[in-house]
């Protein structure tokens, strides 16, 4: 099976910077994607990575490394709007598309 | 389009009875996931199909547990006889693989209470 590893819950400040990490055991690894869920809503897709290094999307970047089994999301500049969670999960090359998820990470962004 | 549609938003049952929660996914979309969430367990994928099939249904609980895709703009999930510790929020979700990055949509959810 999959198993992956976020923190529970990140906390920050309006205009900071903060890094949320993923780490994952799997076989037949394929890809990292992060999502975003607001309280009382649906999972949004944020970014995805099949190969080792960063992708920048706005405000949002997420890494990987492949030989790590790590992967980070990073979110600059943050606004009061980004408090919500945040989900890691892990894709498999197993011919079909599954998504396994993370616990998730709360992020609370104050004033 | 009008992105992932689930049926109802809400249902509120008594222990016992029959639930039947509803998805149209993407068009275009040929995968469909069946998600439960719940506080202590987080998103558990219950069943996964592809082209109508379904290819992985190992995260169904048990037996009261039924999904069906009878075509490609449409599936069920089914809960018979109903219990407390089914109470979550079930989301359905179709699954965008163009470009490869497998980007999946989600519906806003079936919030279900069972009494």
């Known amino acids: 099976g999959q198993s992956l590893e976020q923190p529970s819950e990140v906390t920050a400040v309006e205009g900071a910077i903060v890094q949320i990490n993923c780490t994952y055991q799997?076989?037949?690894?394929?890809?990292l994607s992060w999502y975003q869920q607001h309280d009382g809503g649906a999972p949004t897709f944020l970014s995805y990575?099949?190969?080792?290094g960063l992708e920048e999307t706005g405000r949002f970047s997420s890494f990987l490394s492949r030989s790590d089994s790590y992967g980070y999301l990073l979110l600059q500049e943050l606004q009061m709007k980004d408090s919500a969670s945040y989900f890691c999960?892990?894709?498999?090359?197993?011919?079909?598309?599954?998504?396994?998820f993370g616990k998730g990470t709360m992020l609370l962004v104050s004033p | 389009d009008a992105g992932v549609i689930q049926s109802p938003r809400h249902e509120v049952t008594e222990m016992g009875q029959e639930v039947t929660l509803r998805c149209k996914p993407i068009?275009?979309?040929?995968?469909l996931f069946w998600y439960r969430q719940t506080m202590m367990r987080g998103l558990e994928l219950l069943i996964y199909?592809?082209?109508?099939?379904?290819?992985?249904d190992s995260g169904m609980p048990e037996d009261r547990f039924s999904a069906k895709m009878p075509n490609a703009s449409f599936s069920t999930l089914k809960i018979q006889p109903s219990e407390p510790r089914d109470s979550a929020v079930y989301f359905c979700?179709?699954?965008?693989?163009?470009?490869?990055?497998?980007?999946?949509?989600f519906g806003e959810g079936s919030r279900l209470t069972v009494l």
């Open positions: 999960a892990v894709s498999l090359n197993s011919g079909y598309s599954t998504l396994t």
């Open positions: 799997t076989s037949g690894f394929y890809g």
């Open positions: 990575n099949a190969l080792d």
């Open positions: 068009s275009g979309h040929n995968s």
């Open positions: 199909f592809n082209n109508n099939v379904p290819i992985d």
């Open positions: 979700a179709s699954l965008d693989e163009a470009g490869g990055r497998r980007e999946l949509f």
